[in-house]
């Protein structure tokens, strides 16, 4: 059974950088896989902000790009999101994502952009 486990998050003062991680079980490739960052703000849909391919290619949309950078260590089942010059508007729980035949997600972690 695929599960994704996210410790951490918690407060993060404007302009920190906080380093969220994802470690999964069950997954048999892992390298295989693409993997993926989602984040939910209060009252808003949940977005996509960072993807990496099994290859090792990356993608992020423009409200974050040059600021997160999704990275992956397949020896240990575990993919990161280094997220910098956060803003309060990056406030939001951060999910990571999979899709093997069908979405497995992990059960999120808060951060909270605030001085």
């Known amino acids: 059974q695929v599960q994704l486990v996210e410790p951490g998050g918690g407060l993060v003062q404007p302009g920190g950088s906080p380093r969220p991680s994802c470690a999964a079980s069950g997954i048999f490739t892992f390298s295989i896989y693409p993997m993926r960052w989602y984040r939910q703000a209060p009252g808003k849909q949940r977005e996509l902000v960072a993807t990496t391919t099994g290859g090792g290619g990356t993608n992020y949309p423009d409200p974050v790009k040059g600021r997160f950078t999704i990275s992956r260590d397949n020896a240990k089942n575990t993919v990161y999101l280094q997220m910098n010059s956060l803003k309060p508007e990056d406030t939001a729980v951060y999910y990571c994502?999979?899709?093997?035949?069908?979405?497995?997600w992990g059960q999120g972690t808060q951060v909270t952009v605030s001085s």
């Open positions: 994502n999979v899709y093997i035949i069908h979405d497995y």
